[in-house]
């Protein structure tokens, strides 16, 4: 039970009622109660939110999935003014798994690697607001290609977003919050570009058959290519 300050609990009716047994049982579900730093609980799990899984993304775009630490009573911890905001490790990995954060040395496994503050007032951190944006990465060419057989690169099947929680204080990590991550289109005009791995905008005069495929090519002559 959660009493404010300057009641009296014993002095409460339900609490009277509660104390006698004269109150129903109550059963309390979906609770996201948002507790500051001086009332939660330690944080135990960081919990990541997106649209869907996998999450449907477009190259180059900015990463928008949004999180909240979680004490052990499924509580929403708050991190506010009154303590040093926590730390977020962003990565984008090629497959299924990333790398520790902590991990310093070097891996080819990870595609972008970057930090955002979780200091928010209603415990949900937006990591949109950090403007991070990954590529997406060709795959590794096989020997067959390597040895000049025709096969050109494809593009990575799967990627994996990352997100973990440092407390730059106490020190306290929890453990990575992952999210499976799928290529969307680039959508009409726009074209993955294949030495960025982003998506980027036809030219006004240009065109492109596939976005997903071929680059934007001038239009012929004596053709409109006018559209988006």
């Excluded at 630490?69 to 962003?90: A, K, R, S, W």
């Excluded at 595609?111 to 795959?139: E, N, Y």
């Excluded at 306290?172 to 993955?192: E, F, H, I, K, T």
Aim: with cysteine; charged share 20%; aromatic share 4%.
């Amino acid at each position: 039970l959660l009493f404010s300050r300057g009641v009296a609990p014993a002095s409460t009716p339900w609490v009277q009622a509660a104390l006698a047994g004269s109150m129903p049982r109550v059963a309390a579900e979906g609770s996201e109660a948002c507790y500051g730093a001086t009332l939660a609980s330690e944080a135990q799990t960081l919990e990541a939110t997106v649209a869907q899984r996998p999450l449907q993304y477009r190259p180059g775009d900015v990463l928008a999935p949004q999180v909240r630490l979680v004490d052990g009573f499924n509580q929403t911890v708050c991190v506010t003014g009154e303590v040093l905001p926590y730390i977020i490790t962003v990565q984008v990995c090629r497959g299924r798994v990333c790398p520790a954060a902590s991990v310093r040395a070097v891996s080819d496994r990870v595609v972008t690697k970057s930090f955002a503050g979780f200091q928010a007032l209603d415990g949900i951190a937006h990591v949109a607001q950090a403007d991070i944006s990954a590529p997406w990465p060709r795959a590794a060419a096989p020997e067959s290609a390597i040895a000049g057989a025709g096969a050109g690169l494809e593009f990575e099947a799967e990627l994996t977003l990352s997100l973990e929680v440092q407390e730059p204080v106490g020190g306290l990590r929890l453990p990575a919050a992952d999210v499976p991550m799928a290529r969307a289109s680039c959508g009409a005009g726009r074209s993955l570009d294949g030495a960025s791995g982003r998506c980027r905008t036809c030219e006004r005069g240009q065109y492109v058959l596939d976005p997903d495929a071929d680059p934007c090519r001038d239009c012929p002559v004596g053709a409109a290519c006018n559209g988006p």
